[in-house]
T-cell receptor, first 116, second 115 residues
Framework: DAGVTQSPTHLIKTRGQQVTLRCSPISGHKSVSWYQQVLGQGPQFIFQYYEKEERGRGNFPDRFSARQFPNYSSELNVNALLLGDSALYLC???????????????FGPGTRLLVL | QQQVKQSPQSLIVQKGGISIINCAYENTAFDYFPWYQQFPGKGPALLIAIRPDVSEKKEGRFTISFNKSAKQFSLHIMDSQPGDSATYFCAASKGYGGSQGNLIFGKGTKLSVKP
């Protein structure tokens, strides 16, 4: 079975631009979470979606938004890009709502975003 | 506030040796403690996980030791191999409440296993 897939793999943007990152969860998984991983650090939680509803949000500004589609795929949008947004953006999926059912999160390979 | 503290930052071990990575947490509501392995250019991959109702879990060469009273847990890699060279992250999550299930990661340990 295919794992979590993300697109694009790499992206270069300039300050002030907007970016959309995409994620397809493992087949059968209904929960998707987004994480930001700055070079040399651990991933930081951005959003969690389950059944198309936002179920959790980390400490990120409103420039970050996301949504989940009926097929459980998800998009992460970042507006007004800053240099500090340069990072690896990771998507993780789990079968249920991670936490309540203590489901394991499986990560995709990430999208490497560089903001110039 | 760093909720999960991981040490050491880097570790060099000889092939066949034991690698030990430690983590400490602050929030007693955490009830799920996974370890992830990450190779350069890849996403984190789940290695092994433990819940606070057990003190130790072993899967192959990987063992998690958990000390609930000390709020500490550690990863032991037995018979370390050069292929184990990667960055290891501990994490924690809580099952209920806001942002339920989101993982709080440590800063990572870069392990190098010398042949």
């Amino acid at each position: 079975d295919a794992g979590v897939t993300q697109s694009p793999t790499h992206l270069i943007k300039t300050r002030g631009q907007q970016v959309t990152l995409r994620c397809s969860p493992i087949s059968g998984h209904k929960s998707v979470s987004w994480y930001q991983q700055v070079l040399g650090q651990g991933p930081q939680f951005i959003f969690q979606y389950y059944e198309k509803e936002e179920r959790g949000r980390g400490n990120f500004p409103d420039r970050f938004s996301a949504r989940q589609f009926p097929n459980y795929s998800s998009e992460l949008n970042v507006n007004a890009l800053l240099l500090g947004d340069s990072a690896l953006y990771l998507c993780a999926s789990s079968p249920g709502l991670a936490g309540i059912y203590r489901e394991t999160q499986y990560f995709g390979p990430g999208t490497r975003l560089l903001v110039l | 506030q760093q909720q999960v503290k991981q040490s050491p930052q880097s570790l060099i071990v000889q092939k066949g040796g034991i690698s030990i990575i430690n983590c400490a947490y602050e929030n007693t509501a955490f009830d799920y403690f996974p370890w992830y392995q990450q190779f350069p250019g890849k996403g984190p991959a789940l290695l092994i996980a433990i819940r606070p109702d057990v003190s130790e879990k072993k899967e192959g060469r990987f063992t998690i030791s958990f000390n609930k009273s000390a709020k500490q847990f550690s990863l032991h890699i037995m018979d370390s191999q050069p292929g184990d060279s990667a960055t290891y992250f501990c994490a924690a999550s809580k099952g209920y409440g806001g942002s339920q299930g989101n993982l709080i990661f440590g800063k990572g340990t870069k392990l190098s296993v010398k042949p």
